[in-house]
Every structure is written in structure tokens, then in C-alpha cells.
């Protein structure tokens, strides 16, 4: 049993996982302090990964994938234009709504070729990142470490719980590795550090229980997790790109991000 978690631990993934932290953590971390044009800046960056690998995820061939990055292209631009207007407290409200509506479409139309379709899946990459200029807007740095910090511990206590604990599968269809003990184990272990570092951050939880707040917050992750698992099962694909190395690519690394961040602008509804 030793030798055979020495074995889990020292895989090709987890070394990968290792070695993808010590570049991508201290560079998402320091984006958390940049003034606001170079935040956004950043964040764009990402953002253009992600739609990227979604419209290579999704299979979308020639004219189609052109539109498709084209309608990203001016909906990023709306909402950013949005954005800078702190008055329109409305339209962040209405975009909060938006969200879940197009998961609920992507899951019941699935595979279907429809406008309707296709803008769901660039509100569901598109969005979150609107909802994280607003925080740093609203709540500065440390909103935004404090969402780092708690993916990157629902990843790992997942992940490291599930390798030592897990036996029992908790969605066999769309992720046959991931187990009830590692969901678990990441569930509570992000829980305690968000509530932690809340409390560190001084950040305010405006009358919300912190540790529903972080259950709410983990249980999304999670779920973002799932719906890329059930993309990539629908569309036969094993990644969302390779760029990570042998990490897969960014829609792999932010499905929980993305989810976990629109939990987070829940707080943020007047």
C-alpha cells in the first residue's frame, strides 16, 4: 500500500502538477496587485486562451470558429465597456442571471447547432471573467487571492485525498477518477482555508455565514469541474489543449475557477 501511493505521488501528473505551480502561482498571485488596465490586461490574456481551446473543444471547423471567436471578441467588449461604469449595478445583476441560464442550455442542448447554443458557451467563459473585474473592483487584491487561494485547495486537497482515500467514484460517466473521498476531502479542506483566510483578508462577508458562503463557493468548483468533464466527454476529447504540458490546457486549469468566481459575485448583488 506505501509503495504503491510512493508511486501515485511521484507520477508524471503530479510532477507536472509541481512544476506548472512554481511558474503559474507566484504570476497569478502578483496579477492580483497590478493597477487595473494591466489586471485586465492579464486576465484578457487568459480569457483568449480559454475561448480558444473551447472552440477547438467544441469542434467547431472553419467559418463557424471564426465567428465564434469573433461574437467572443464583441462580447468581451461590451462587458469590459460595461465594466468601467460602476453606476450599472443592473447589468452586472442581469449577466448573474445570464450565467446559470446558459450552463442550463449547454447541458439540454448539448450537442446541438444552435446561435442560442453557441452564446451560451461564451457566456459560460465569459462572464466569470467580468464577474472578476468587478470584485477587484469592489474588494481589490485580496478578493482575488482569496478566490485563488480556495481553487487551488479544492484542487489539491481533491486530489491528494482522493489518491490516498478514494474508492468510491462519484460521477463514473464524466470522471471516472474523481471519488466521493477526494471531493470530500477537497470540499472541506477549501472550506477551512476560505473561512481562514477571510477572516486574514479582513474581506467583509456582508451578512452572508462564511461557512455556508464556502460551501456554496466549493461545491461550485466542483460543479465547474464537472460540466468540463461532461464537455470533453461529449466531444470525445481527453483535454481542452496541451499548452500545460502534460496538464492539459487552460479551460483545465480555470473550469473551477470560473464557477467558483461567479459563486464568489453572489455577494456582490446590491
Partial sequence: MKSLLIHKFSSFQLQSRILIALFGVPLLISSAFLDPYAFLVFWTLIWVFIVLELASLIQLKEQKKYLFILFAAVLYIVLIQFNHNY????????????????????IKLSKGHFLLLYLAYLAYVTFPIFFLFRI????????????????WAMDTFSYFTGIAFGKHPIAPRLSPKKTIE??????IGASVLF??????FNLSHHGINPYLWALLLTVSAFTGDLLESYLKRQFNKKDS?????GHGGMLDRFDSFLFLVFAYAIMLIP
Avoid: D
Fill in 136 to 151: 477587484f473592483q469592489k474588494q481589490g487584491p485580496y478578493a482575488i487571492l482569496l478566490i485563488l487561494f480556495t481553487v
Fill in 195 to 200: 473561512v481562514f483566510l477571510l477572516h486574514c
Fill in 241 to 245: 489543449g496541451k499548452i500545460l504540458l
Fill in 182 to 187: 477526494g471531493t470530500l476531502g477537497g470540499i
Fill in 87 to 106: 453606476s450599472l449595478t443592473w447589468f452586472f445583476s442581469f449577466t448573474w442571471l445570464l450565467f446559470p441560464l446558459s450552463i442550463w442550455l449547454i
